[in-house]
């Protein structure tokens, strides 16, 4: 099976204020299956636009179900969001979906982030951004 997903955009992530001269990157990873791939990071803004698309083969030993493969995408501010530049990267927000193998190309859906989990702590159930994706 093949997969192509397009990450087109995220818009009102969790953006604290910056003192850093520079603002931080916001970049997606995409996990489908077995297979990672990211896009580029987009500087100043948290609503950034990517407009990338990723082509994935999938193995049938990779699927969920039969005939089904689960999609994650997670969004990262680069530096661990303290706009030092000094390492890490602080996860905003992700989400999953499954995507069946005999699907037909869909325009693309807003999905919303679900915020990281810190333990001990109780969810709020409030999203933290939107992401914008197609197959």
């Not at 896009?39 to 083969?57: H, I, L």
């Not at 390492?87 to 859906?109: F, T």
Request: proline share 7%; aromatic share 6%; net charge negative.
């Amino acid at each position: 099976m093949r997969l192509f997903v397009h990450v087109a955009e995220a818009r009102g992530l969790a953006w604290p204020p910056s003192r850093a001269a520079s603002p931080p990157g916001v970049y997606a990873k995409i996990k489908a299956g077995n297979h990672k791939s990211r896009t580029r990071a987009v500087t100043g803004t948290p609503d950034p636009v990517w407009n990338e698309e990723f082509a994935f083969w999938m193995g049938e030993d990779e699927e969920e179900e039969e005939g089904t493969v689960e999609l994650k995408l997670s969004v990262f501010r680069e530096g661990g969001g303290d706009g030092g530049g000094g390492g890490g990267a602080e996860l905003l927000g992700s989400m999953r979906v499954y995507v069946e193998e005999e699907a037909e190309a869909k325009p693309p859906i807003c999905l919303s982030l679900q915020p990281r989990r810190h333990r001990g702590a109780k969810s709020k159930g409030k999203d933290c951004g939107i992401v914008s994706l197609s197959q």
